[in-house]
């Protein structure tokens, strides 16, 4: 048998192994340990070393892109030497970051050609009145509106009572000489909103500065904006106050519908609106009275609560909204710490559980510029989806549980410091290596560790299709608990708490149930329009969730259709930057409405094939295998 | 006029599955009985011949039933406590083969173990040269144990075993496995639910003509049309070449008519609802009738009456014009 040498670079000599060895074993006999979580079976991608001299035989390439290849990349433990060879150990933190920079969004980036005079509706007039005198005997406003109508084209000028109050004030102390600010949008040509008037010269200084806000259920994002260059000028971020009076929608719902809770929920989200407000300005070193308007995108129960209207139809069959698309109104009538007449508008969404956290996502996610189908998703507890093309677009969305956002299970936990966030399981001896969000010890399972966690149980065995735990199986990991059988991820000596870290037959239940629920809600789109999930071209995924889920476990699970990895993309929160996108450009407001109007929702609990759907994605990875062609390949 | 009949060209067939073994084959049956095989949907003689006929299998248990109705009780008399003797009433009564359920406790009243399990079992084999189904009292653990031990004392008789359900069925099926047996699984009537108790005892490796399966029915007017509907659409799916609906179907008209007002209560009723006796053994029948049309290869029943009653329609079914 040949012999070949392999030389593992930062070592003087090399090691000779016979033709077929395996770069793993190579290197443990040059003294390297390649860590192997998955037991050596070419799944986790951790073991991937670099290949820089000669060539070997990849009998695997799992995990690694074509781009990775190309660069010499190959997994260890199916790697095949069969010629002499020189290799790099990457260190363990660079792989761990290789790979998941994927999950990391991109930033918002200022929409390519932003110009403020074609696009933004906010704008400003610097003008200079002739002051009254006894021959001109104008009133104060008709002098102002002569005055816009003249320099800035504007007929018709629109001011609350407030602003009336205070005018003849301001022009007198500025002589004549005033600064407008003033909002186009939502009124006729020619027609315009006040939105501030001051003291010439101080208003044309102050920066022109907007809002971008999305109001998760879980997490308030705001992002300050120049509208003059479309520049973000800061970001803040924190959980929404309400959190504390239920964590999904139907507990707030709830809670807003007996006593003063509506009152106490919109001051929770106002709450955490204007201090995030607050820090945004303070970032950005300017006053919160010169934010001229906001743009909001989120679901529709939170646009009820914050508007103080009653949700509880939004809970009950047959689930209809007070209103999809909210009229323009301003911080005043809302509650914002900003300019108290600034513009605040509210995004349109579609329906009762298909809000404006997704138009505005689907509007930030591109999908309606392109011609292929494409499939935009953002799950938490609800899981909205959105199918189409630049010519049509049919949603729906289906109650996934909160095993997604790590509760609903007897160890999850939000993702969150001490959660752990992915884990490999070796084949042979059903040990399991975990990765814990900051480092330290694990305190619980987060949804996209209880995800991969039931892809790997399923992958190795642990569990059968119909997601049961193997009693049969030789390891103590598997034991009868207080709540049925279980698999211990973490002993009380490897926990953070010293106390177990586990997952049970019933949390199981629950994860299966919740991607059962997300699967049937695809399989019901595709099937209502005629379209094979096998052949959507771009699977969108919006959300927290989507940030950090990995996708090959999501597939092994059946959540996610079986399609090639590039054909996913994570948009991280694509509604804050739909809102982003809608502050800056009249024209991507607009494509927001047009979106909203023109989108077929499905209401899933009445349409009488997403039973027989769901139950058919009760199993693992689903009942039809061949749906899932990759999974089929690694368990058989 | 001529009339072509079209007729269909299914790409699937049922599995041929043969229950019991001769001492030739390892076991110790007089006959075997072997069901499945379609090609079409159920008696359209036009485009299939039917290569076996439903078969009709009688019920018993290893002690006297509690609960079951004095109308079988009385039809089967003194036979009732010994399952030896009860099986081969059964089989004069004309079975084909027949159903043992294993209850907790015993004639005396102490509770069932595997032994007298085995007990019961070899009482059975002995009173009749039929084929034999043995099913557990319905617990988990108490049906791994009964069945575990039945399995060993039984190998090479292709007894079939149950009842595997989704979230027991391992040990069944390498009980059987082991023993050449086979298995019957049962699910509540539901397409998707069948099927994937059929993926899970695959997966570990029982060839498929060693399963039955039960998609759960209802008795006439109860719910019968669910059950019906689901078993046409497995057997539609099974013609189309699905092979994991492709397993001969075993249901329980005699359990689920039983169970009915209009079969178990004889006071108190209408008189227009007709002789106690009669009635009670026609709803079982026409349950059972109705459910072969559905494709079922296998009926369970109770009543003796009922098993002639049954043979009379079908051989009128098996009739070619």
């Known amino acids: 048998m040949a012999q070949h040498s392999v030389l593992f670079e930062d070592h003087a000599e090399p090691v000779t192994v016979r033709a077929g060895t395996l770069l793993v074993e190579a290197a443990r006999r040059a003294g390297i340990e390649i860590r192997q979580p998955c037991g050596g079976q070419g799944r986790c991608g951790r073991c991937a070393v670099r290949v820089v001299g000669g060539r070997v035989r990849r009998r695997s390439i799992l995990r690694l892109s074509e781009e990775d290849v190309a660069a010499g990349y190959a997994l260890a433990c199916q790697a095949v030497v069969e010629e002499d060879v020189s290799v790099v150990v990457p260190p363990a933190d660079q792989i761990e970051r290789r790979l998941s920079t994927d999950h990391v969004a991109p930033e918002v980036t200022v929409p390519r050609g932003y110009a403020r005079e074609q696009s933004q509706t906010v704008e400003r007039a610097l003008l200079r009145l002739a002051p009254p005198s006894m021959d001109d005997q104008t009133d104060d406003w008709a002098r102002l509106r002569t005055a816009l109508r003249i320099q800035n084209g504007i007929d018709h000028l629109r001011a609350s009572l407030e602003q009336i109050r205070a005018l003849g004030g301001i022009l007198r102390a500025s002589e004549w000489q005033v600064g407008l600010t003033y909002d186009t949008a939502g009124e006729p040509t020619g027609s315009a909103r006040l939105i501030a008037i001051g003291p010439g010269a101080a208003i044309a200084a102050d920066p022109l500065v907007g809002l971008a806000i999305d109001i998760g259920t879980t997490t308030v994002t705001v992002l300050l904006a120049d509208l003059d260059s479309g520049e973000v000028l800061s970001r803040a971020a924190t959980y929404n106050e309400q959190i504390t009076r239920g964590e999904d929608v139907i507990s707030r719902i709830i809670y807003a519908s007996s006593g003063d809770g509506s009152d106490e929920l919109k001051g929770l989200v106002l709450e955490t609106i204007n201090r995030l407000i607050a820090t945004v300005c303070s970032k950005a070193g300017i006053g919160p009275g010169a934010v001229v308007k906001a743009t909001v995108g989120g679901n529709s129960t939170m646009m009820h609560l914050l508007m103080g209207i009653a949700a509880e139809s939004i809970r009950l069959e047959p689930f209809i909204t007070s209103i999809n698309a909210p009229p323009l109104l301003t911080a005043r009538e809302i509650g914002f710490t900003m300019c108290p007449d600034g513009t605040v508008d509210l995004l349109p969404g579609v329906a009762s559980y298909m809000g404006a956290d997704i138009t505005a996502g689907v509007l930030a996610s591109g999908l309606r510029s392109s011609e292929e189908t494409t499939l935009f998703i953002d799950i938490g507890t609800n899981g909205e989806m959105v199918l189409g093309s630049s010519q049509w677009l049919v949603s729906c969305a289906c109650s996934a549980g909160p095993a997604f956002e790590g509760s609903g299970v007897v160890h999850g936990m939000r993702a969150d410091r001490g959660a752990i966030e992915e884990v490999w399981i070796d084949g042979r001896s059903f040990e399991p290596t975990l990765r814990v969000i900051g480092e330290g010890r694990p305190r619980g399972i987060c949804g996209s560790g209880l995800i991969s966690l039931v892809a790997e149980m399923f992958i190795t065995g642990i569990l059968d299709k119909g997601g049961h735990i193997d009693e049969t199986l030789d390891t103590p990991r598997i034991r009868r608990g207080s709540h049925g059988v279980e698999y211990v991820v973490a002993r009380r000596d490897e926990a953070a708490d010293g106390k177990d870290v586990s997952i049970t037959a019933v949390d199981i239940d629950n994860l299966l149930r919740a991607k059962a629920a997300v699967y049937a809600g695809f399989n019901v789109l595709a099937d209502r329009v005629g379209v094979d999930l096998a052949s959507v071209d771009r699977v969108l995924i919006g959300g927290a969730f989507g940030k950090y889920i990995n996708v090959e476990k999501a597939v092994d699970i059946g959540l996610l259709p079986d399609l090639a990895w590039d054909r996913f993309d994570f948009l991280g929160n694509t509604s804050v930057k739909g809102a982003y996108l809608s502050l800056l450009d009249r024209a991507a407001r607009e494509e927001v409405a047009d979106i909203a109007s023109s989108m077929t929702y499905i209401e899933l609990s009445a349409d009488n094939s997403f039973y027989e759907a769901f139950t058919s994605a009760m199993f693992l990875p689903h009942t039809d295998l061949s749906r899932f062609p990759s999974v089929e390949a690694s368990v058989t | ?321």
């Open chain 2, 1 to 321: 006029m001529q009339i072509e009949i079209p007729k269909d060209n299914w790409q699937g067939s049922v599995n041929t599955v043969t229950l019991g073994a001769t001492p030739e084959e390892g076991g110790t049956r007089t006959r075997t009985v072997t069901i499945g095989g379609q090609q079409t949907l159920p008696f359209l003689h036009f485009e299939q011949t039917p290569p076996n006929r439903p078969v009709i299998a009688l019920e018993i248990t290893a002690a006297r039933p509690g609960d079951w109705s004095p109308v079988l009780l009385d039809a089967w008399g003194d036979a009732i406590d010994d399952p030896g003797n009860w099986a081969g009433a059964c089989e004069s009564a004309g079975a084909d083969l027949i159903v043992l359920s294993l209850g907790l406790t015993e004639a005396d009243g102490r509770s069932a173990d595997p032994e007298s399990a085995v007990r019961a079992t070899k009482s059975t084999l002995g009173g009749t040269g039929l084929p034999l189904i043995v099913l557990g009292p319905g617990q988990a653990e108490l049906d791994n144990d009964f069945v575990i031990a039945v399995a060993d004392a039984t190998k090479g008789e292709r007894l079939v075993l149950g009842l595997c359900e989704d979230s027991n069925y391992r040990t069944i099926v390498a009980a059987a496995m082991a023993n050449d047996h086979l298995v019957v699984g049962r699910t509540p009537m539901d397409v998707n639910l069948a099927k994937q108790l059929n993926i899970l005892i695959t997966d570990m490796g029982l060839p498929l003509d060693r399963i039955v399966m039960d998609p759960t029915t209802g008795a006439l007017g109860y719910g019968i049309e669910y059950g019906y509907s689901v078993m046409e659409r497995l057997r539609i799916a099974a013609l189309q070449g699905d092979a994991m609906t492709q397993l001969p179907l075993l249901v329980n008209p005699g359990a689920e008519a039983w169970k009915t007002k209009e079969a178990k209560v004889g006071e108190g009723v209408p008189d227009s609802w007709g002789k106690w006796e009669e009635r009670a053994s026609n709803w079982e029948t026409v349950t059972a009738v109705a459910l072969i049309e559905a494709g079922a290869d296998i009926v369970v029943l109770r009543h003796p009456d009922s098993v002639t009653r049954v043979r009379n329609a079908l051989d009128e079914l098996m009739a070619v014009g």
